[in-house]
């Protein structure tokens, strides 16, 4: 059985507020951040995932999510939810993808 990492953005369902991060067990980690065990997040609770990618390893994992925390990171996010919203105009949660 191979290793699966992943980094991902959540989207807070209340507020204009996307977190990013890496984990091996999305489902577990987003129960994580939505029982509030991040304290600096717990204000932007309930979250949803808004984006994933998956890695073979950690630190590809740890480097996409650094990436996603830079200038340029974010613009590709911005680009990515915002073609997510026309795919899906029912879903209006993302109708301003990171701000």
Same mark, same amino acid.
């Not at 890496?22 to 304290?39: A, E, F, P, W």
């Not at 630190?59 to 939810?81: C, H, N, T």
């Not at 073609?83 to 029912?90: A, C, E, L, T, W």
């Given at each position: !059985?191979?290793?699966?990492?992943? *980094? &991902?953005?959540?989207?807070?369902?209340? #507020?204009? &507020?996307?977190?990013?991060? #890496?984990? =091996?067990?999305?489902?577990?980690?987003?129960?994580?951040?939505?029982?509030? !065990? @991040?304290?600096? $997040? =717990?204000?932007? $609770?309930?979250?949803? $995932?808004? &984006?994933?990618?998956?890695?073979? @390893?950690?630190?590809?994992? $740890?480097? =996409?999510?650094? &990436?996603?925390?830079?200038?340029?990171?974010?613009?590709? /996010?911005?680009? !990515? /939810?915002?073609?997510?919203? =026309?795919? #899906? +105009?029912?879903? @209006?949660?993302? *109708?301003? +993808? /990171?701000?």
């Amino acid at each position: !059985m191979k290793d699966v990492f992943y *980094t &991902y953005v959540l989207k807070s369902k209340c #507020h204009n &507020y996307f977190y990013k991060g #890496h984990c =091996r067990d999305i489902q577990k980690r987003l129960i994580q951040h939505n029982s509030g !065990m @991040t304290v600096s $997040i =717990r204000p932007y $609770i309930p979250f949803e $995932i808004a &984006y994933v990618e998956e890695f073979e @390893t950690q630190a590809e994992a $740890i480097k =996409r999510e650094k &990436y996603f925390k830079s200038a340029g990171g974010r613009k590709f /996010l911005k680009k !990515m /939810l915002a073609s997510k919203v =026309r795919d #899906h +105009p029912d879903d @209006t949660s993302q *109708t301003d +993808p /990171l701000g």
